[in-house]
C-alpha cells in the first residue's frame, strides 16, 4: 500500500508506504520561504491529509478483500453491535502519540491521528537545510509510529483478549 498527501498550501507532498516509511518532499525552492511557525501548520496538516488517505485505502483494500460492494461495508461498520468494538473505536479516537526528532528540533504530537500538531525549535530551518529537516522530521514520524504502535497494543489488549496481563498492561501504560 502506498499512499501520498499534500500539505493545505500544496506545497509539500508526504508518501507513505504500507511498512509506515515516510518520505517527504517539498516543492522546488519552497523549503527556504518557511518560517518555523508556518512549516509547523503545514505539517500538521500535511499529517493529517496523509492519514486520512491511508484510512481510506486501508478501508478500501478490506473491502475488495472481503468482496463487499461499498454500500455493503458501510453498512457493516454501522452494524458493530460489539461494545467492546465501539469502546476500542472510542479509544482509538482518544489516542494520543508522540515522535520526537533525533536532535529535539522537532516534536509531531496527535490525538486519534487526526488532530495533528508540530512544533519546531525557534531558528532551526536556518540551520539545517531541507535534507536534515526531512531527515528529522521523518524520524519523528517513525519515533510517533512507533509510540502509537504501543500505545495501541495496550488499548487491544483492554478491550479483547489478547492474553497480557493486567499488571503487564498496568506497567506499560
Known amino acids: 500500500m502506498i499512499v501520498t498527501g499534500k500539505s493545505p498550501d500544496d506545497q509539500i507532498r508526504a508518501t507513505v508506504t504500507g511498512n509506515l ?92 491521528m487526526i488532530e495533528w500538531r508540530v512544533d519546531i525549535e525557534p531558528g532551526m530551518l536556518r540551520e539545517f537545510g531541507e535534507r536534515e529537516f526531512v531527515e528529522e522530521a521523518t524520524a519523528a514520524f517513525a519515533d510517533l509510529m512507533r509510540d502509537r504502535e504501543r500505545k495501541l497494543i495496550l488499548l487491544k489488549a483492554e478491550h479483547f483478549d489478547l492474553g497480557i496481563p493486567r499488571a503487564w498492561r498496568e506497567r506499560l501504560g
Open 21 to 112: 516509511a515516510l518520505e517527504i518532499i517539498f516543492q522546488r525552492h519552497a523549503y527556504e520561504w518557511y518560517d518555523e511557525r508556518g512549516l509547523s501548520r503545514q505539517l500538521a496538516g500535511l499529517g493529517k491529509n496523509t492519514w486520512v488517505a491511508w484510512e481510506r485505502e486501508r478501508r478500501e483494500i478490506v473491502r475488495r478483500v472481503l468482496s463487499l460492494t461499498s454500500e455493503e461495508a458501510e453498512q457493516d461498520r454501522r452494524n458493530r453491535g460489539d461494545t467492546r468494538y465501539q469502546q476500542f473505536q472510542d479509544g482509538l479516537h482518544t489516542l494520543q502519540g508522540q515522535g520526537i526528532s533525533p536532535s529535539a528540533i522537532l516534536r509531531i504530537s496527535t490525538t486519534g
